[in-house]
C-alpha cells in the first residue's frame, strides 16, 4: 500500500500480577486508513490501545508517531499528540448538555484583561454544531444526553474525538449497540474521516463489519502478534482460523436439546409507562432456547427486566407450572428460579473490584454459610475453580478483579454466577455482545447444555444470524409489541425483519 506510516508500536510487552498481557507487540498504522485489530477476548487488543493512550505505560517496546519517539504517561498526552480514542463502554455525563460534553475540560472562556472570567456560551454552542454537522447529528447543542439514543450519544464521542484534531481514532466495538441503518451512517463517517487523511484503528469482533470497512487488519492471539494482512485477502474462516488458532467447521453447535411442556407463561404483560412495552403474551417450555428479536427501540430489554422485577409492571400475570408468581423485586425472581444475564455486563452485572471469586458466588452466599454466621471460605473457592474450570475462564486466579478480565471472560464470570443458582428460566439479554467467535461458540455450547439438561432459555439477541442458529422459536417485537412468533425452522431474515418492522 501506498500510504506513509504515521504510527509504530514496536516490541510492546506488559505484565500484570500473574498474566503477561503484551509479549513482544508490533503494530503499524498507515496514515488515512481503516486498520482492524482483531483477536479473542483476553487476546491483548485492549491493553495494546491502552499503552498507546497512556493509560497503561508499557513495560518494553517503544511508540513513534510521525517518526518521533513518543512517551504517554497518560490520556492527556496522547490526546496533545493526535490520537483520540472512544470506548466500548461510553461514559457521558447524561445531565450535561451535548455541548458540555463535547468541551469538559476545555471550555472557551471570555476573557477581561486577559483573565477567564465565564464561560463563553454563544461560541461554544456554535462549535458544537459545526462538530456535530460533521457526524451527520441534527441535534440542539443545548440536549441533555439522557434524552438522547446510543447511536447519538456514539456520534458526539466520534465528534468530541474530531475536535482534538485527532491524527488517529480508536474505535473499541462502535456498532456494539447500532442498528444496520446506524452502522451504515458510521461507516460513512469513517470514510470521510478516512478521505480527510485521518487513520482508524478499528476493534471489532464482527467479521463481516471488518473485511467490508477495513483496508488491513491485525490479528492477535494470547498476547502476541499474529500477522498483518490486507483486508481483501482475508475470508472470515482465515480470520477465525488465525484468530483462535483452529479451525472452527461452525458457528454454532449442534442442537440436541429438545422442547417439552410449557413451563413458564407471561400474559397480557404491560409497563406502567406508555411508550414500553404492553399486551406482551407468550410462553416457555422446557429445554427450549426461545429467540426475542426485534429493532433497537423495540422494548426486548424492558420487557425481560419487567419480568425479572427490575421494572414494576402495571398489570398481567406471570406464572411457572401454571402457578402465578408475584415479582415485585429481583430477589423474588431468583428464589422462584429465575435468572438474569443483563445487557450492559459492566454497568449492571460486574462488581468490578471485586474479585472473580466473589462474583461468582454473590447470587449463592446463602447456601455457604456455616452455623448462619460465618461464610465458608473453602467452598466458596471451590464454587469458582469449579466453574473457571467449566467454563473456561481465562483468569491469573479466583482472587483477581474481575474488571481486570477482559469482556468475554467477565460474560462467562457472570453466567457461572446463575449456573451456581441452578435456576430453572435462564433470561439471556445480549449474551454475546462484544466476545469473540470463540467465546460465543462456548456461551452458545453452554446455552446447548441447558436446554438439553431441560431447563428454559430466553435469549435477546440483535443479531440475525444468532437468532437464526440458536433459537428453537423465535419472538419478535415492534415498538413495544408482540408482532409474531416464528418457529425456528420456518425462520428466515426476510420474516424476522419484516415483523420487526410491522407495528400492530
Known amino acids: 500500500m501506498g500510504q506513509e506510516i504515521i504510527l509504530e508500536m514496536n516490541h510492546i510487552s506488559k505484565s500484570f500480577p500473574g498474566v503477561k498481557a503484551l509479549d513482544d507487540v508490533s503494530f503499524h498504522v498507515r496514515k488515512g486508513t481503516v486498520h482492524a485489530l482483531m483477536g479473542e477476548n483476553g487476546a491483548g487488543k485492549s491493553t495494546l490501545m491502552k499503552c498507546l493512550f497512556g493509560i497503561y505505560l508499557p513495560d518494553d517496546g517503544e511508540i513513534i508517531l510521525e517518526g518521533k519517539k513518543m512517551d504517554f504517561h497518560n490520556p492527556k498526552d496522547a490526546l496533545n499528540a493526535g490520537i483520540s480514542m472512544i470506548h466500548q463502554e461510553l461514559q457521558p455525563i447524561p445531565y450535561r448538555s451535548i455541548a458540555e460534553n463535547l468541551w469538559i475540560g476545555r471550555y472557551p472562556m471570555i476573557k477581561i484583561a486577559n483573565i477567564p472570567v465565564m464561560v463563553d456560551a454563544k461560541k461554544m454552542r456554535d462549535m458544537s454544531t459545526d462538530l456535530l454537522s460533521r457526524v451527520r447529528l441534527n441535534a440542539n447543542p443545548d440536549t441533555k444526553l439522557k434524552d438522547l439514543s446510543v447511536s447519538q450519544i456514539q456520534s458526539i464521542e466520534i465528534a468530541k474525538a474530531i475536535s482534538y484534531n485527532a491524527k488517529i481514532i480508536i474505535m473499541d466495538e462502535p456498532t456494539s449497540s447500532l442498528t444496520q441503518a446506524e452502522v451504515t451512517q458510521l461507516f460513512e463517517i469513517i470514510n470521510e474521516l478516512r478521505n480527510q487523511g485521518v487513520s482508524i484503528i478499528y476493534i471489532s469482533h464482527k467479521m463481516e463489519e471488518i473485511l467490508r470497512i477495513s483496508d488491513e487488519v491485525t490479528i492477535m492471539r494470547d498476547g502476541r502478534y499474529i500477522g498483518t494482512y490486507l483486508s481483501s485477502e482475508l475470508t472470515m474462516d482465515l480470520i477465525i482460523t488465525k484468530m483462535v488458532g483452529r479451525e472452527l467447521t461452525n458457528l454454532y453447535p449442534p442442537k440436541n436439546n429438545v422442547p417439552g411442556d410449557v413451563v413458564f407463561e407471561v400474559k397480557n404483560f404491560t409497563s406502567p409507562n406508555p411508550r414500553s412495552f404492553k399486551d406482551v403474551s407468550f410462553d416457555l417450555r422446557r429445554g427450549e432456547i426461545l429467540g426475542i428479536g426485534g429493532l433497537v427501540g423495540a422494548q426486548r430489554t424492558e420487557l425481560v427486566e419487567g419480568i425479572f422485577g427490575i421494572r414494576a409492571s402495571s398489570f398481567g400475570e406471570i406464572k411457572l407450572h401454571g402457578k402465578t408468581l408475584k415479582i415485585n423485586h429481583p430477589r423474588d425472581a431468583i428464589r422462584k428460579g429465575i435468572s438474569l444475564l443483563t445487557e450492559d455486563r459492566r454497568g449492571s452485572g460486574i462488581f468490578g473490584v471485586l474479585s472473580v471469586r ?147
Not at 455457604?368 to 454466621?373: A, E, L, S
Not at 415492534?478 to 409474531?484: H, V
Open 358 to 504: 466473589d462474583n461468582v458466588s454473590v447470587a449463592s452466599l446463602d447456601d455457604y454459610v456455616d452455623f448462619h454466621i460465618k461464610l465458608n471460605n473453602r467452598k466458596l473457592n471451590a464454587l469458582a475453580e469449579d466453574n473457571i474450570r467449566k467454563l473456561s475462564i481465562k483468569t491469573p486466579s479466583t482472587k483477581t478483579k474481575i474488571q481486570s478480565l477482559s469482556g468475554g471472560n467477565q460474560q462467562k464470570v457472570i453466567i457461572s454466577r446463575w449456573l451456581a443458582r441452578d435456576p430453572e428460566i435462564f433470561i439471556l439479554d445480549e449474551p454475546t455482545r462484544g466476545i469473540d467467535v470463540g467465546a460465543k461458540y462456548e456461551i452458545y455450547s453452554i446455552m446447548v447444555s441447558l436446554a438439553k439438561a431441560g431447563k428454559s432459555v430466553i435469549m435477546i439477541s440483535s443479531e440475525m444470524p444468532e437468532l437464526l442458529g440458536m433459537s428453537d422459536r423465535i419472538l419478535v417485537m415492534c415498538e413495544g409489541k408482540l408482532s409474531g412468533i416464528v418457529e425456528g425452522k420456518d425462520a428466515n431474515q426476510e420474516k424476522i425483519m419484516e415483523l420487526a418492522t410491522k407495528y400492530m
